[in-house]
């Protein structure tokens, strides 16, 4: 079996796995990174949201092949302390009820955070429609990212 060599929360890892496995299935089960979860499998859902170097990209769609040499950031490296603003602001909220897809959602969220410090309703609503929960969380998660981009200025 081949061996990749990826950066996962700024630690250069190496896997040995078929070349067209899912980043998805290297996070969760050859690197045990449980945090990001599989939804879909086909990259609508943004359950499987990570970050490749600060962009926000769902996991299921990226095969270990074209994730080598590349760098991610998962839901568990995002924040040490699990202190991110929005992993603050998703508490503050009470923007979880199942929880199933909010590492995905907290991702897209930071991800939209550091691109665009100080977003408008819209371009929220834009970056998060490729986040499907299934409680409906919605109202909850913009005010989320209202707070989180609050605390950021």
Same mark, same amino acid.
């Given at each position: 079996?081949?061996?990749?060599? &990826?950066?996962?929360?700024?630690?250069?890892?190496?896997? *040995?796995?078929?070349?067209?496995?899912?980043?998805?299935?290297?996070? /969760? !089960?050859?690197l $045990? &990174?449980?945090?990001?979860?599989?939804?879909?499998?086909?990259?609508?859902?943004? =359950?499987?949201?990570?970050?490749?170097?600060?962009?926000?990209?769902? +996991? #299921?769609?990226?095969?270990? /092949?074209? %994730?080598?040499?590349?760098?991610?950031?998962?839901?568990?490296? &995002?924040?040490? %302390?699990? !202190?991110?603003? #929005?992993q603050?602001?998703?508490?503050?909220? !009470?923007? %979880?009820?199942?929880?199933? #897809?909010?590492?995905?959602?907290?991702?897209?969220?930071?991800?939209?955070?550091? /691109?665009?410090? *100080?977003?408008?309703? =819209?371009?929220?609503? $834009? =970056?998060?429609?490729?986040?499907? #929960?299934r409680?409906?969380?919605?109202?909850?998660?913009?005010?989320?990212?209202?707070? +989180?981009?609050? %605390?950021?200025?």
């Amino acid at each position: 079996m081949p061996t990749f060599t &990826l950066t996962v929360n700024r630690e250069p890892r190496k896997v *040995d796995v078929e070349p067209d496995t899912p980043l998805l299935w290297v996070l /969760r !089960d050859a690197l $045990q &990174l449980t945090g990001t979860k599989y939804g879909c499998g086909v990259g609508v859902c943004g =359950a499987c949201t990570v970050h490749e170097g600060k962009e926000a990209v769902h +996991a #299921c769609s990226i095969s270990v /092949r074209e %994730a080598a040499g590349k760098s991610f950031t998962t839901i568990e490296g &995002l924040s040490a %302390a699990g !202190d991110h603003p #929005c992993q603050k602001a998703w508490v503050a909220e !009470d923007v %979880a009820q199942c929880g199933y #897809c909010q590492p995905g959602m907290i991702m897209t969220a930071a991800a939209l955070l550091a /691109r665009k410090p *100080d977003p408008t309703e =819209a371009e929220i609503n $834009q =970056a998060m429609s490729g986040s499907v #929960c299934r409680c409906g969380t919605y109202n909850r998660m913009r005010k989320a990212i209202q707070r +989180a981009a609050r %605390a950021g200025r």
